[in-house]
């Protein structure tokens, strides 16, 4: 099963939803999409809005690879559940998104190893046929964030006043 997500963006993101409905037409595995707050909705996948986040995360433990946009927050549960992630930033040239923030967090994605960029739609029935590995060290940084602000506020609460 491929696990496909668009985020909560406002904008729709046809360019993705079209091409996996195309991918699943073909190939025949099951495709379920997140499709957001947009108005494409595909004719050959599974689909739905929104779903409680133990759902989704459940999805996406079951799925074979994981197609996402390239917000933070989905490429992270990507990430977090140990499968191929492969990512399609929303580009701004195709009313996706309001600017392409997405981009550098796709190269940013792909530079570290955690998964592969996808630029040209085209592109993307080989990445999920051939999906990157599953990176070998991934940790969420929660840890190391929760100590500095912890740190952070015990110096403040410190200095005298």
Known sequence: MIY???GTMF?????????MDEI???TGELVVIQTGLGATFPKNCDHFDFKPR???????????VIVCHAGIGSVMDALRARRPAIVVPRLKKFNEHMNDHQL???KAVQARG???MILDIDDLEQACA???PVPEKYSPAT????SAVRDAIERVAAKPR
């Open 104 to 106: 550098d967090v796709a």
């Open 4 to 6: 496909v997500t668009v």
């Open 143 to 146: 840890a190391r964030l929760v």
């Open 114 to 116: 955690w998964g592969r």
């Open 24 to 26: 699943a037409g073909k």
């Open 11 to 19: 904008l729709d993101f046809p360019r993705l939803i079209h091409k």
């Open 54 to 64: 133990e759902v989704v995360l459940a999805l996406q433990s079951r799925a074979r």
């Open 130 to 132: 051939l999906p990157p």
